[in-house]
């Protein structure tokens, strides 16, 4: 109801969101382009896979050198906070501040119904942003054709805009090199400042259905071919990414832009990860160390800034939207958002995942276990004080969870005027007819 609203942001206010005044507004103006790393582990950045010849080769070189670039914004204690929605609950975090649902898909099941505060409709009505999603598989996958719509989109460049042949997609659409290639053409029309993401989807499960003629990188053999075809297939990807930004830089793009590289979700599951963990150099493997394989990449790169570099703030998925906003000079003050700007010295180090497990900048916290972050070590008999201060850490992050299935459940963002945005009339966008 209204009154559950009202509450709500009440609540929320009494956190006031910090803002670090030497990044806010760093990228005004700018082009936002997001690249979109399907299942990348965070382990997969400065990783070098060792042939059976004991050469080493690394797997994604390109975004390791925008990854230490000084020029990027880059964090590696960033975890995934998605559930069963995978792809596209790492999309309503990013884009709403918001969680996915505890059971399926928040695009399937309300994408299509509820009010969104989302990035694209706040750039478009609040700034004059273009929006456009690029994407080379079928527009109704996870529902993306109508959330969309509700997030505000104008564009949507789905399979339809893109040429598809046996040789060149697989089951979950068109492979990278080609994605980016054929992409620009559409990205072209747009006008300038644009909010643009690219979601890139070779590196997915399986991992083995990369064109023939991209089968160079080795493959490992763990006798898991899931696991033996990750890495190839994430160097494919990041060989696409390296070409699309050739693109950008040849069209003069790239330095207009602040592109923001993300993982969505983890890659290889639990029992794999499990399974092949020398790979990660580790002879036994604990539930801290899955908790730890939930980071991902959180890449944050603006050309011709100097102030970048390695952030070690925790952080999630949720606190991406906050960040940006701050970061284009846009005060969220009004906006319900659930996370915080990651570069603001005072950000509350609390990562909330899905299921109610966190982490801390301290410790990994697992249904009542605490395990230590620096060690690994199980703090439950060895420090039994952690357990009174977890308590009041899984009250907040219960909250925190809580009250997103509040304002989703209940479509609470219907009630919220303090945004100052206007509903999206969804009957204003046609898919079918964007830029051809
Ligand atoms: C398909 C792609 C895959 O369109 O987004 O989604 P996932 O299986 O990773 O959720
Ligand atoms: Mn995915």
Known sequence: SPNDMEVLAEKLKQHPKEKNPETFGIAKDKNIIYVHLESAHQFLIDYKLKDENGVEHEVMPFVNSLYHSNSSFSFDNFYHQVSAGKTSDAETLLENSLFGLNQGSLFSQLGGKNTFNAAPSILDQKL?????????????????????KKFGYQHFFDASYYKLNDANSFQYGLHDKPFFQQSVKYLEHLQQPFYAKFLAVSNHYPFSELPEAENGFPKVNTGDSTI???????????????????????????????????????????????DTKELFGKEDWTTFDTMQAQKVPMIIHIPGQEKGGINHT?????????????????DSDNLMLLGHDMLSPNKEELVAFRNGNFVTKDYSYHKGDIYDNQTGELLNFSRPEVLEEAKELKKKVDEQLAASDQINNGDLLRFYYDSDLSPVKTEQFNYKNSVK
Do not use: C
């Not at 273009?130 to 054709?145: D, S, V």
């Not at 925790?314 to 940006?324: E, F, H, K, M, S």
């Open 228 to 274: 033996d075809g990750y890495f190839a297939t994430a160097n494919y990807t990041d060989t696409a990414i390296k070409e699309f930004f050739d693109y950008l830089k040849a069209s003069g793009l790239y330095e207009n832009s602040m592109i923001v590289l993300y993982g969505d979700h983890y890659g290889i599951s639990d029992s794999r990860i499990e």
């Open 314 to 330: 925790y952080g999630g998925q949720v606190d991406v939207l906050p960040t940006l906003l701050n970061m284009i000079g846009y």
């Open 128 to 148: 004059g942003y273009t929006t456009a999603a690029f994407h080379g598989n079928a527009g109704n996958f996870w529902n993306r054709n109508e959330t969309y």
